[in-house]
């Protein structure tokens, strides 16, 4: 109970406060300036005993809130409050930021005195001087009222501190005369003085030299001149410096002056030049000599207008006059002398054969017509057939019509006749006629099954010039669909005329046929089969000419095909390996034999440009490595790759297997091999032997070997040279009789940390050479044996394995395996026998297993200490008290009752066994009862310490069950002791 108690109550302080400290500060934080002061107050939420205070856990005032008020006089100026209550004490830092505004802010030029040239880089500098604190200083760069730029800093230095920030630039024209300034903000956040204080620098004026702009709307680049009327031209153009102006006329003949009179004598290339220290720009005048009588000029010179629409258009001269004005029957002007442009408007023209004129007094008047063209799209377009109704003839000639109705000028007006989206006709019209009219137009057509279903369509469009509105205005018939009925057409695509047919691969053929009506599917075969259905299944027994007849009303289309049984290549792979051995010295002739329909063409591919036509080819040592067989016909391609082996080997023979692995009283087989041509070959052997044979492939076979020391070779009698032999490589293995392991010189338990040898014995095993023994702890790898004897015959095999086991190996399992690897010739996987496992005992000194070496428990609580050992033999265990034993016999569990003061002990925990001795010292902290606990959280908790404590009893009970040698001894004798401990 004691125990449950001094649990709970460091639940209950731990719940309560934690890492929480309860005090809070307003305001939270504080944003002062520099040699101001500021009030601030401290404050908690409990309402138990607690101290505050600004000096530190000493004072005993007892109020909810304190108040302070600071005059700032350091820059990292510090202020803490202090909680204190019965349970814990506390402090909390006031944020505070103390700042200054800067004493100056400056801009100016870095390196540059004076006026900046257009295009070129200048450096703008700011210079902030005595401001705090700096990170959080913003400065900005201003062009105008435009912010540009800004720039902000991370150092946390708290003291004031100058600093200088640089903005780069390149002026233009446009910037000649503008102001740049920069400004230092601090943003001290939401406590901060809203708005942000600012010190701003006196503006910087920058003047900017640019090269000269010339005025291009008072000096057009085309200017017209009438013979006998002067005109004066006018340049004009800003730049800094104050631009020259100058005005060529020819090489040699330059005139200075913003004017210059032009009449039909100026050359007609003139260039009006603008020049400065900057540089220079030139506008180039293109004189029009005009041949008219009259000095005006007509903006637009034609104008098309839609009827009922508003139109408007200038009359403007270069000249001086009298007066001028516009005659018209709709919006006439009254002549003005004042002016050089005079404007003709009507803003609903309703007269369709209007002709202002614009005239203008000089020695005698002059008149200057506008040609006006009215115009009105079609009420209405509709495209019909004449003198037919329902579906078209393939063949046949129709009319089509098409009315357009009610437009104006029909001069300007082209029909035009579409069929889909393709233009194939149109009409132009020749009639001066301005009112609106009526126009119908035809085409002529002649269908075929492609206008099955396509729509035909016909379009008014008045094409009014380049004055007239963009895109040309146009009126669209609905469109007509037509019907065609035509003959049949047959799917070339899907029905060729030759179709090949593999034999034993049927081949389905589809005859598909377009037409309207429907066509009607058949195949002809022979004269008296016909088959009813657009797909046919062909084989390699279906006659050769074959018809497909596609019918309707219209006619009847035939496509013959011919059935052509054919064969791809195939490239006799008996004949022709894909490695051919050559000896040096003795050429082989191999062959390429291909079977196909057509009939194939055999090459031989030796290089990229050496072809060879033959079926046959003579290769030598010096032939290419990489050959090539290309069996072709109509059909299809077989390609044979045949590599050339060079041998250094004297005699022109080859083994298949090169090497062979045969267990003792097993069988073996291996070919011996040649390309040349010979007299006899044959096999010698103590096994086995093969007399001598014409063939080119011999075999050596013996179905039960029993011979460790075999040589076969296989001899050859060549035509060209003397009898040579090629000996095959034989190995003859046997696994192992036995694989046994065993300790050596020792019986029993092992001590921990002494050395002990285990020793494998492998016996009656071939050959010694191939074997390897693998020493295996657990499942484990730790060591390996192999052999250099080239004993071939068996032989007994001792190999052994030193240990130094500690009390981690104690129950472990050794085993001894061995394994003969006999290469890639030989058995997968390679053959293994494996001893069987030795177990180990392994005595070894106590060792103490404790979870928690501390415990703290809460006054008159119980407590209970668990001390788990293990070791082999089992140890004693015991509990001693200021060297004193508090137990005997094997305990592991010390109880102590309503703990007190002074059972804040060290106890000690002692195992031992013949081999050793482990103490192990736990500390007993004892903590004053808690004045205040919460029912529920008592409940909660004691719930979950009897569900633990269940987990514990099965846990231990386990444990004892296995014999662990750890000890749970729950019935024992207690004596009582003075510090209120039981043993």
């Given at each position: 109970m004691l125990l449950l108690q001094q649990l709970i109550g460091l639940l209950l302080i731990n719940l309560a406060y934690g890492d929480y400290c309860p005090i809070s500060f307003n305001p939270s934080e504080v944003v002062v300036k520099y040699d101001a002061s500021f009030s601030v107050n401290c404050s908690t939420d409990r309402t138990d005993d607690f101290v505050l205070s600004w000096e530190g856990y000493n004072d005993t005032e007892f109020t909810e809130v304190i108040s302070k008020r600071e005059d700032v006089m350091d820059w990292e100026m510090q202020l803490t409050c202090y909680f204190q209550s019965n349970e814990t004490q506390c402090s909390e830092n006031l944020s505070v930021i103390v700042y200054k505004t800067p004493d100056s802010v400056s801009i100016s030029t870095v390196n540059h005195i004076g006026p900046m040239k257009e295009g070129n880089q200048y450096e703008l500098q700011c210079d902030v001087l005595n401001v705090a604190p700096v990170q959080y200083l913003n400065v900005k760069w201003y062009k105008g009222q435009t912010l540009v730029n800004q720039t902000t800093f991370t150092d946390t230095?708290?003291?004031?501190?100058?600093?200088?920030?640089?903005?780069?630039?390149?002026?233009?024209?446009?910037?000649?005369?503008v102001q740049y300034r920069c400004e230092a903000e601090l943003e001290l956040g939401a406590e901060g003085p809203q708005p942000p204080p600012k010190v701003t620098s006196d503006p910087l004026n920058i003047t900017v030299y640019y090269k000269p702009i010339i005025n291009e709307t008072k000096l057009p680049s085309i200017v017209s001149v009438f013979r006998g009327y002067p005109l004066e031209l006018v340049c004009e153009a800003e730049g800094n410096p104050k631009p020259t102006i100058s005005w060529n006329l020819s090489t040699n003949n330059p005139v200075y002056s913003e004017t210059l009179n032009i009449t039909d004598s100026t050359p007609e290339e003139l260039s009006c030049i603008a020049s400065n220290s900057v540089g220079s720009t030139i506008r180039h005048v293109k004189v029009s000599k005009q041949?008219?009588?009259?000095?005006?000029?007509?903006?637009?010179?034609?104008?098309?207008?839609?009827?009922?629409?508003?139109?408007?258009?200038?009359?403007?001269?270069?000249?001086?006059?009298?007066?001028?004005?516009?005659e018209a029957s709709e919006g006439a002007v009254p002549m003005r002398r004042d002016t050089a442009m005079i404007t003709w408007r009507v803003s609903d023209l309703r007269e369709w054969d209007i002709k202002p004129v614009c005239y203008i007094n000089l020695i005698e008047q002059c008149p200057l017509e506008l040609p006006v063209t009215v115009y009105k799209t079609p009420d209405s377009v509709s495209i019909s057939t004449v003198n037919h109704i329902g579906p078209m003839m393939e063949g046949n000639q129709y009319e089509l019509q098409c009315d357009v109705l009610n437009v104006a000028p029909v001069q300007s007006l082209t029909v035009k006749w579409y069929k889909g989206q393709t233009l194939?006709?149109?009409?132009?019209?020749?009639?001066?006629?301005?009112?609106?009219?009526?126009?119908?137009?035809?085409?002529?057509?002649?269908?075929?099954?492609?206008?099955?279903?396509?729509?035909?369509?016909?379009?008014?469009?008045?094409?009014?010039?380049?004055?007239?509105?963009?895109?040309?205005?146009?009126?669209?018939?609905?469109?007509?669909?037509?019907?065609?009925?035509?003959?049949?057409?047959?799917?070339?695509?899907?029905?060729?005329?030759?179709?090949?047919?593999?034999?034993g691969y049927p081949v389905v053929i589809v005859c598909e046929a377009e037409g309207n009506p429907k066509p009607t599917i058949s195949w002809n075969l022979s004269t008296n089969n016909t088959v009813y259905s657009e797909t046919l299944t062909i084989t390699d027994s279906t006659p050769e000419d074959l018809s497909c007849i596609a019918s309707n009303s219209v006619g009847s289309t035939i496509r013959h095909v011919k059935v052509s049984v054919q064969d791809k290549p195939t490239i006799n792979v008996t004949k022709l390996p894909s490695l051919v051995p050559v000896f040096r010295g003795y050429p082989v002739v191999i062959v390429c034999e291909a079977e196909g329909n057509p009939e194939p063409t055999i090459s031989w591919n030796l290089g990229t440009n050496n072809t060879v036509y033959s079926e046959t080819l003579n290769v030598t040592d010096s032939t290419p490595e990489d050959l090539s067989c290309i069996a072709s016909n109509s059909v299809g391609t077989d390609i044979r790759h045949v590599k050339v082996s060079v041998q250094d080997g004297d005699c022109p023979v080859e083994h298949n297997p090169q090497r062979v692995v045969v267990e003792y009283g097993g069988s073996v087989s291996a070919d011996c091999k040649t390309y040349v041509?010979?007299?006899?070959?044959?096999?010698?052997?103590?096994?086995?032997?093969?007399?001598?044979?014409?063939?080119?492939?011999?075999?050596?076979?013996?179905?039960?070997?029993?011979?460790?020391?075999?040589?076969?070779?296989?001899?050859?009698?060549?035509?060209?040279?003397?009898?040579?032999?090629?000996?095959?490589?034989?190995?003859?293995?046997?696994?192992?009789?036995?694989?046994?392991?065993?300790?050596?010189?020792?019986?029993?338990?092992?001590?921990?940390?002494?050395q002990y040898e285990l020793q494998c014995d492998v016996l009656n095993v071939a050959p010694v050479q191939s074997l390897t023994v693998k020493w295996y702890k657990g499942q484990t790898l730790v060591n390996q044996t192999i052999f250099n004897d080239t004993t071939i015959t068996p032989v007994n095999e001792t190999v052994t394995l030193m240990i130094r086991p500690d009390g981690a190996d104690d129950g472990v399992q050794y085993r001894c395996e061995a394994e003969l690897k006999l290469g890639e010739e030989g058995p997968r996987p390679p053959p293994k026998v494996t001893s069987d496992p030795l177990s180990i005992t392994v005595h070894y000194a106590p060792m103490i297993h404790a979870s928690k070496e501390k415990v703290s428990v809460v006054e008159g609580s119980d407590i209970t200490i668990e001390c788990n050992s293990t070791g082999n033999p089992k140890p004693d265990v015991w509990w001693s008290f200021n060297n004193k034993n508090i137990s005997t016999r094997r305990r592991h569990i010390l109880n102590i009752e309503g703990a007190t003061s002074t059972s804040a002990e060290v106890y000690t925990c002692s195992a031992k066994n013949y081999i050793g001795r482990k103490d192990k010292n736990f500390v007993v902290e004892i903590i004053g009862k808690s004045p205040n606990y919460i029912p529920h959280v008592v409940a909660v908790l004691l719930a979950l310490l009897v569900l633990l404590v269940l987990i514990a009893l099965c846990r231990y009970l386990w444990k004892k069950k296995n014999n662990s040698g750890s000890y749970d001894i729950q019935s024992t004798e207690l004596c009582p002791l003075s510090n209120g401990a039981k043993c």
């Amino acid at each position: 109970m004691l125990l449950l108690q001094q649990l709970i109550g460091l639940l209950l302080i731990n719940l309560a406060y934690g890492d929480y400290c309860p005090i809070s500060f307003n305001p939270s934080e504080v944003v002062v300036k520099y040699d101001a002061s500021f009030s601030v107050n401290c404050s908690t939420d409990r309402t138990d005993d607690f101290v505050l205070s600004w000096e530190g856990y000493n004072d005993t005032e007892f109020t909810e809130v304190i108040s302070k008020r600071e005059d700032v006089m350091d820059w990292e100026m510090q202020l803490t409050c202090y909680f204190q209550s019965n349970e814990t004490q506390c402090s909390e830092n006031l944020s505070v930021i103390v700042y200054k505004t800067p004493d100056s802010v400056s801009i100016s030029t870095v390196n540059h005195i004076g006026p900046m040239k257009e295009g070129n880089q200048y450096e703008l500098q700011c210079d902030v001087l005595n401001v705090a604190p700096v990170q959080y200083l913003n400065v900005k760069w201003y062009k105008g009222q435009t912010l540009v730029n800004q720039t902000t800093f991370t150092d946390t230095i708290k003291t004031p501190v100058n600093e200088t920030v640089t903005l780069m630039i390149r002026p233009d024209g446009a910037d000649d005369g503008v102001q740049y300034r920069c400004e230092a903000e601090l943003e001290l956040g939401a406590e901060g003085p809203q708005p942000p204080p600012k010190v701003t620098s006196d503006p910087l004026n920058i003047t900017v030299y640019y090269k000269p702009i010339i005025n291009e709307t008072k000096l057009p680049s085309i200017v017209s001149v009438f013979r006998g009327y002067p005109l004066e031209l006018v340049c004009e153009a800003e730049g800094n410096p104050k631009p020259t102006i100058s005005w060529n006329l020819s090489t040699n003949n330059p005139v200075y002056s913003e004017t210059l009179n032009i009449t039909d004598s100026t050359p007609e290339e003139l260039s009006c030049i603008a020049s400065n220290s900057v540089g220079s720009t030139i506008r180039h005048v293109k004189v029009s000599k005009q041949d008219g009588n009259c000095p005006v000029q007509l903006n637009p010179q034609r104008v098309v207008v839609e009827y009922g629409g508003s139109v408007s258009a200038d009359c403007k001269t270069y000249v001086q006059h009298e007066g001028m004005g516009w005659e018209a029957s709709e919006g006439a002007v009254p002549m003005r002398r004042d002016t050089a442009m005079i404007t003709w408007r009507v803003s609903d023209l309703r007269e369709w054969d209007i002709k202002p004129v614009c005239y203008i007094n000089l020695i005698e008047q002059c008149p200057l017509e506008l040609p006006v063209t009215v115009y009105k799209t079609p009420d209405s377009v509709s495209i019909s057939t004449v003198n037919h109704i329902g579906p078209m003839m393939e063949g046949n000639q129709y009319e089509l019509q098409c009315d357009v109705l009610n437009v104006a000028p029909v001069q300007s007006l082209t029909v035009k006749w579409y069929k889909g989206q393709t233009l194939v006709d149109q009409t132009t019209f020749n009639d001066t006629i301005k009112t609106p009219v009526n126009e119908t137009v035809t085409l002529m057509i002649r269908p075929d099954g492609a206008d099955d279903g396509v729509q035909y369509r016909c379009e008014a469009e008045l094409k009014l010039g380049e004055e007239g509105p963009q895109p040309p205005p146009k009126v669209t018939s609905d469109p007509l669909n037509i019907t065609v009925y035509y003959k049949p057409i047959i799917n070339v695509t899907k029905l060729p005329s030759l179709v090949p047919v593999f034999r034993g691969y049927p081949v389905v053929i589809v005859c598909e046929a377009e037409g309207n009506p429907k066509p009607t599917i058949s195949w002809n075969l022979s004269t008296n089969n016909t088959v009813y259905s657009e797909t046919l299944t062909i084989t390699d027994s279906t006659p050769e000419d074959l018809s497909c007849i596609a019918s309707n009303s219209v006619g009847s289309t035939i496509r013959h095909v011919k059935v052509s049984v054919q064969d791809k290549p195939t490239i006799n792979v008996t004949k022709l390996p894909s490695l051919v051995p050559v000896f040096r010295g003795y050429p082989v002739v191999i062959v390429c034999e291909a079977e196909g329909n057509p009939e194939p063409t055999i090459s031989w591919n030796l290089g990229t440009n050496n072809t060879v036509y033959s079926e046959t080819l003579n290769v030598t040592d010096s032939t290419p490595e990489d050959l090539s067989c290309i069996a072709s016909n109509s059909v299809g391609t077989d390609i044979r790759h045949v590599k050339v082996s060079v041998q250094d080997g004297d005699c022109p023979v080859e083994h298949n297997p090169q090497r062979v692995v045969v267990e003792y009283g097993g069988s073996v087989s291996a070919d011996c091999k040649t390309y040349v041509q010979h007299d006899g070959i044959g096999w010698e052997a103590s096994e086995g032997a093969v007399s001598m044979r014409r063939d080119n492939l011999i075999t050596w076979r013996v179905s039960e070997l029993r011979e460790w020391d075999i040589d076969p070779f296989c001899y050859l009698n060549p035509k060209n040279g003397d009898q040579c032999q090629l000996e095959l490589q034989v190995t003859v293995y046997k696994t192992p009789d036995s694989v046994s392991i065993s300790t050596v010189n020792h019986i029993g338990p092992m001590m921990e940390g002494n050395q002990y040898e285990l020793q494998c014995d492998v016996l009656n095993v071939a050959p010694v050479q191939s074997l390897t023994v693998k020493w295996y702890k657990g499942q484990t790898l730790v060591n390996q044996t192999i052999f250099n004897d080239t004993t071939i015959t068996p032989v007994n095999e001792t190999v052994t394995l030193m240990i130094r086991p500690d009390g981690a190996d104690d129950g472990v399992q050794y085993r001894c395996e061995a394994e003969l690897k006999l290469g890639e010739e030989g058995p997968r996987p390679p053959p293994k026998v494996t001893s069987d496992p030795l177990s180990i005992t392994v005595h070894y000194a106590p060792m103490i297993h404790a979870s928690k070496e501390k415990v703290s428990v809460v006054e008159g609580s119980d407590i209970t200490i668990e001390c788990n050992s293990t070791g082999n033999p089992k140890p004693d265990v015991w509990w001693s008290f200021n060297n004193k034993n508090i137990s005997t016999r094997r305990r592991h569990i010390l109880n102590i009752e309503g703990a007190t003061s002074t059972s804040a002990e060290v106890y000690t925990c002692s195992a031992k066994n013949y081999i050793g001795r482990k103490d192990k010292n736990f500390v007993v902290e004892i903590i004053g009862k808690s004045p205040n606990y919460i029912p529920h959280v008592v409940a909660v908790l004691l719930a979950l310490l009897v569900l633990l404590v269940l987990i514990a009893l099965c846990r231990y009970l386990w444990k004892k069950k296995n014999n662990s040698g750890s000890y749970d001894i729950q019935s024992t004798e207690l004596c009582p002791l003075s510090n209120g401990a039981k043993c």
